[in-house]
C-alpha cells in the first residue's frame, strides 16, 4: 500500500486506497484477474480478521469487489479428428477391452452424453430392441435417447462378447464390476484395470475426457456415421 511498514497503521488504510492499489498492481504490475482477486482475497481476510479483533473500526473491503475473469471456452475434438477415431472405433473386435472402450467412445459421440450418464447406464435402461435409450440426467432427470443403426449392431455384438466370453454372470445388467463377477452397470472394467472411472480415464481420446485413445485401433475403417 506504499507506505512505510514500521509506522503503518491499518486503521489508516481507506477503501478508495485499496481500489488505487488494485488499480496499480494490475496495470504496474500486470497481474491477471485471477492473481489480482488471490491477492485481494488475502488482504481481505487479514482486514476482515483486524475487524473482529477491533483492531480496525469497519470492514474496508465491504465496498470491493472481485475482478471479472475470463472464460476459457470448453476443449473439443475436431471434426476431422472425430471421423478418424469413430472410424477406427467402428469395426469388431472379439477383444473384450478393445470392444469396450470403443463403445464407450462412439456412445459418447453418438448419443451426446455426460460421463456420469454413460458410468451409470444399465442394460434394462435400453429398448427392447436396441432402438433408444432411457439416460438418467442431472437432478435425476430422465429423457429417451435414439440409437443410430450402427451403434445399435455395436451394442449387440458388445453383449454378445459378454457372453460368449463368460465375462458377467448377471442377465440383468452388463454394460461395473470385474470381468467373472457379477455386474452392476453395463461397462465392464477387466479385473486388472482397477476402477471403472480410471477406465474412462485411460480410453478416451484428448479432449473428450483428457484421455487417450488406447484401445480402439482396429484394421479397416468403416464409414463415419451419418
Not at 471421423?83 to 472379439?94: L, N
Not at 467412445?105 to 451426446?112: D, E, N, Q, S, T
Not at 455395436?154 to 454372470?169: A, D, M, S, T, V
Not at 486388472?192 to 480402439?216: D, H, Q, T, W, Y
Amino acid at each position: 500500500l506504499d507506505c512505510d511498514e514500521s509506522r503503518f497503521d491499518p486503521r489508516s488504510v481507506t477503501t478508495e486506497q485499496i481500489r488505487e492499489w488494485i488499480i496499480f498492481r494490475t496495470e504496474e504490475g500486470k497481474l491477471s484477474a485471477g492473481s489480482m482477486n488471490r491477492e485481494v482475497a488475502s488482504l481481505r481476510a487479514f482486514f476482515r480478521w483486524l475487524h473482529r479483533t477491533g483492531a480496525v473500526e469497519k470492514d474496508i473491503f465491504r465496498m470491493i469487489s472481485t475482478l471479472k475473469t475470463s472464460r476459457r471456452l470448453p476443449a473439443f475434438v475436431p471434426e476431422s479428428r472425430m471421423t478418424t477415431i469413430v472410424s477406427e472405433c467402428g469395426p469388431d473386435s472379439e477383444d473384450f477391452q478393445t470392444e469396450r472402450n470403443s463403445l464407450i467412445i462412439l456412445m459418447f459421440y453418438a448419443c451426446g452424453l455426460r460421463l456420469a450418464e454413460l458410468v451409470g447406464i444399465d442394460r434394462s435402461d435400453f429398448s427392447a430392441d436396441y432402438t433408444s435409450l432411457r439416460v438418467r440426467g442431472k437432478g435425476d432427470k430422465q429423457r429417451m435417447v435414439p440409437i443410430l443403426e450402427f451403434l445399435r449392431e455395436k451394442i449387440l455384438h458388445y453383449l454378445g462378447l459378454i457372453e460368449r466370453q463368460n465375462i458377467c454372470i448377471s442377465s440383468e445388467k452388463a454394460l461395473s464390476t470385474i470381468v467373472g463377477g457379477a455386474c452392476r452397470a453395463f461397462f465392464i472394467p477387466a479385473s486388472a484395470e482397477g476402477s471403472f472411472l480410471s477406465v474412462f480415464s485411460r480410453s478416451l481420446p484428448k479432449p473428450m475426457n483428457r484421455i487417450r485413445l488406447g484401445a480402439c485401433s482396429c484394421n479397416s475403417p468403416p464409414a463415419a456415421p451419418r
